[in-house]
């Protein structure tokens, strides 16, 4: 009886232990320097829970305006590309060029351009004799008058147009990638802040977590678009990169700032919460995304400046064996005319709307700025602290850290960058849709009478079936 009685009491202490195991517990919250949780500052508290859910709401229609956008350009553009795309590509070079232009206007026209190219501080590292490029949408010769692209086309009427093959390197950042990736990044720091700040919760004492079961559907989207994108198969695009290298970077130079804000998110909750059960992966984690994090800035700067170092050719393959039968007369040979390595360049091209392009550049300079400042103001608070204590810190400098967490560096970044990002440039790219044409860059040579005509960004490269279309949506779906 006796140990019929202490078998069952274990059982039942085994029980209640277990139950104890699985049930809430208590998680970090994200904390906020200088401003204290208390009725004082409601008012700062009540501005930022209010300013966090405006760019929230600010992302989220903007993200909903890109996937309509990237939506509609595939399905519209769905057709095979026709046989003279190696010629003039997705422009409207033919059109243009067929228009027999008058002689005098096009002697002032192409007088005008030369002068802009040797003038040009953008082309003056590539240009010589005879090799020009038509590089923008309009321009002003100087006679102050103004002259169009396919005004400008036109004067290449019997040029031999010559035919190429698209390299990756042809396709580059679009306006839309640009825009896209900002709103991805600013809308996951703002919705990580929302999840780990006690200041979003209703109840004055927040509620103990309950492990995985706190992740919501949007946690686990946010989760898996970081995963698949910024965290694994961005550096998969960076490895093929270093392999064949390109005159420009096609994948996401903001990317390591997904990194860098997991070192901190993950140690908070509800995401703390979710790796309770394995503590040592949850005390390896902020450790392995601050490296990640460091790692990814550090390949990204050097992809920058690899883009700087390398040459700007060979976005296009030459190909010789149709150079004959395009359009056009040249007075040089097909081995000849493919020799000229600089008539098949990357250079940019700018069509109205794609101010967003550069926003990348931009937010990871600012992004860099405030990892600078984070430190700077862990290392003045952290000496603070140890003058008010006699030279020793109370707290340590991973304290600080977190507390001047990359979460909340990140969602002060956001704010300027879904200004400029989610306001202004979508205001800007509406007005100007209706004025970007499939204008391109075009590299003309003079002694050769001859022309070639590259891909045009118009349509973000998505009205181009081929050269796997599939793979280059997936790319800027995910940013890399």
């Known amino acids: 009886m006796v140990r019929s009685s202490t078998h069952y009491v274990y059982d039942a202490l085994e029980l209640e232990s277990s139950r ?29 829970v209010i300013g966090v859910y405006i760019v929230l709401v600010i992302g989220a229609l903007n993200g909903i305006a890109v996937i309509a956008i990237f939506v509609t350009l595939l399905v519209k553009y769905n057709a095979a590309p026709t046989s003279d795309f190696q010629f003039y590509k997705n422009t409207r070079f033919e059109e243009c060029a067929a228009v027999v232009p008058d002689a005098a206007n096009c002697t002032a026209i192409m007088t005008a351009l030369n002068d802009w190219s040797k003038d040009s501080e953008y082309l003056s590292a590539t240009w010589s004799k005879n090799s020009h490029y038509l590089s923008e949408v309009s321009y002003k010769g100087k006679t102050g008058i103004s002259y169009e692209w396919c005004q400008t086309v036109s004067c290449f009427n019997g040029y031999k147009v010559v035919p190429s093959s698209v390299n990756d390197s042809a396709f580059a950042p679009t306006a839309l990638y640009g825009w896209w990736y900002i709103m991805c990044t600013c809308v996951s720091a703002m919705w990580t802040l929302r999840k780990t700040s006690p200041w979003f919760q209703r109840d004055r004492q927040p509620k103990p977590c309950r492990g995985i079961r706190e992740l919501g559907v949007l946690d686990w989207g946010v989760l898996i678009w970081d995963v698949c994108g910024p965290l694994t198969t961005w550096w998969a695009s960076f490895v093929y990169s270093i392999i064949h290298p390109v005159p420009k970077v096609t994948f996401s130079v903001i990317a390591w700032t997904t990194a860098w804000r997991y070192s901190s998110s993950i140690r908070l909750h509800p995401y703390s919460c979710a790796l309770d ?7 390896a984690l902020p450790w392995i995304f601050g490296v990640l994090a460091a790692a990814q800035w550090s390949a990204t700067v050097y992809s920058i400046q690899a883009e700087e170092s390398q040459s700007i050719y060979d976005s296009y393959r030459c190909l010789a064996a149709q150079v004959a039968s395009g359009p056009g007369t040249s007075t040089c040979s097909a081995e000849e005319i493919c020799s000229k390595s600089w008539l098949f360049s990357a250079q940019n091209f700018i069509l109205p709307g794609d101010m967003s392009a550069a926003a990348p550049i931009a937010f990871t300079v600012v992004a860099t700025l405030s990892v600078v400042m984070q430190l700077f103001c862990v290392f003045l608070a952290k000496r603070g602290d140890a003058k008010m204590n006699h030279g020793v810190a109370k707290r340590s400098f991973k304290t600080y850290y977190h507390m001047f967490s990359p979460v909340l560096c990140l969602a002060l970044v956001s704010v300027p960058a879904m200004a400029v990002s989610g306001i202004i440039y979508p ?26 005509v590259g891909l045009s960004q118009w349509r973000f490269y998505l009205d181009v079936k081929d050269y796997a279309r599939g793979l280059r949506a997936a790319r800027l779906w995910f940013g890399v």
């Open 277 to 283: 059960r394995v503590p040592r992966i949850k005390r």
């Open 427 to 452: 205001i800007q790219f509406g007005q100007s849709w209706n004025e970007r044409k499939p204008d391109a860059l075009v590299a003309y040579d003079s002694d050769c009478h001859a022309v070639h």
């Open 20 to 48: 104890e195991d699985e049930g809430p517990r208590k998680c970090d919250r994200a904390e906020w320097p200088f401003i204290k949780n208390s009725d004082g500052n409601r008012l700062i508290r009540r501005a930022i």
